[in-house]
T-cell receptor, first 111, second 114 residues
Framework: GQNIDQPTEMTATEGAIVQINCTYQ??????LFWYQQHAGEAPTFLSY????GLEEKGRFSSFLSRSKGYSYLLLKELQMKDSASYLC????????????FGKGTTLSVSS | SAVISQKPSRDICQRGTSLTIQCQVD?????MFWYRQQPGQSLTLIAT?????????ESGFVIDKFPISRPNLTFSTLTVSNLSPEDSSIYLC???????????FGPGTRLTVT
């Protein structure tokens, strides 16, 4: 079956670093995605990993270990605007096909 | 990247009626999907909208309840039929283009059933 797990909630302070973990068990694997979703808005694409290792994009980095079924999203120099839900999603099949989403992690950043 | 618009952005409907949601993309895309996001929950795939053929539905979703049309490569509709309060949710259109890996989401339609 399909299972994608991530923590429900996390809190952090401005300027800090936070790591949001995601573990997955799916029938196939063709990429892991992270999305950011602010309340009342659509998800926006943050990162994509298909090979093992770290992908860095500004303040955000994403890591993947396919053998462990594990990924994390690292957010550095946290800002208040980073308060949002972070969704981990897996694509099981070929490029262009639908994603399976985890339940999301709500991150609250305080000053 | 693709720009996706949805209509309506929100609606309040009575039990037993239907709502049709439109999704328009500014470029031709291979794949279009419809997701549901219930209050406080993550996204659940309803179906893949196939151009020129019947949609492919996920387990737990049926064509009679969620009929989908996709007449061309830039447009799709999702109808939520025989509405009940349990259908209150956000419905999101999403597109993906092979061989690109990215998938984009529309702004969503917030449906409230009374």
């Amino acid at each position: 079956g399909q299972n994608i797990d991530q923590p429900t909630e996390m809190t952090a302070t401005e300027g800090a670093i936070v790591q949001i973990n995601c573990t997955y068990q799916t029938s196939g694997f063709n990429g892991l995605f992270w999305y950011q979703q602010h309340a009342g808005e659509a998800p926006t694409f943050l990162s994509y990993n298909v090979l093992d290792g770290l992908e860095e994009k500004g303040r955000f980095s994403s890591f993947l270990s396919r053998s462990k079924g594990y990924s994390y999203l690292l957010l550095k120099e946290l800002q208040m605007k980073d308060s949002a839900s972070y969704l981990c999603a897996v694509r099981e099949e070929q490029a262009g096909t639908a994603l399976i989403f985890g339940k999301g992690t709500t991150l609250s950043v305080s000053s | 990247s693709a720009v996706i618009s949805q209509k309506p952005s929100r609606d309040i409907c009575q039990r037993g009626t239907s709502l049709t949601i439109q999704c328009q993309v500014d470029s031709q895309v291979t794949m279009m999907f419809w997701y549901r996001q219930q209050p406080g929950q993550s996204l659940t795939l309803i179906a893949t909208a196939n151009q020129g053929s019947e949609a492919t539905y996920e387990s737990g979703f049926v064509i009679d309840k969620f009929p989908i049309s996709r007449p061309n490569l830039t447009f799709s509709t999702l109808t939520v039929s025989n509405l009940s309060p349990e259908d209150s949710s956000i419905y999101l259109c999403s597109v993906g283009t092979s061989p690109s890996y990215e998938q984009y989401f529309g702004p969503g339609t917030r449906l409230t059933v009374t």
